[in-house]
């Protein structure tokens, strides 16, 4: 099989398990939509993913050198400000991460 083959059928196969890991809770819940296990995991599991991935993102920062971290501390704070004012998950994400990019990518704060 050449490399090209290879490749397609590596893609072919990572899609259908993508797919159908993905389809697997649908077809197995879908007469227990309101069970409470469900419902308690759909009400508490984002917001305790997203404080992992705020700890995770923050656990390596370095505060004894300059510039101090001020770019991820802005970047928190803007996101968190947008999230409170906004309410908006994605507008906030998507603004604090830009903001990021763009302060390390124009070494505005060091």
Known sequence: MTDTGYLW???LVMTVATFVTRLIPFVAFRERGDHPLLMYLGRYMPPSIMTLLVLY???SLDLTQAP???NEI???????????WRGNALLSIFAGTLFYMAAIQAVWFG
């Open 9 to 11: 059928l590596v893609f």
């Open 57 to 59: 993102s923050l656990k």
């Open 68 to 70: 101090y971290g001020v």
């Open 74 to 84: 802005l970047a928190l704070l803007l996101t968190t400000a947008l999230h409170l």
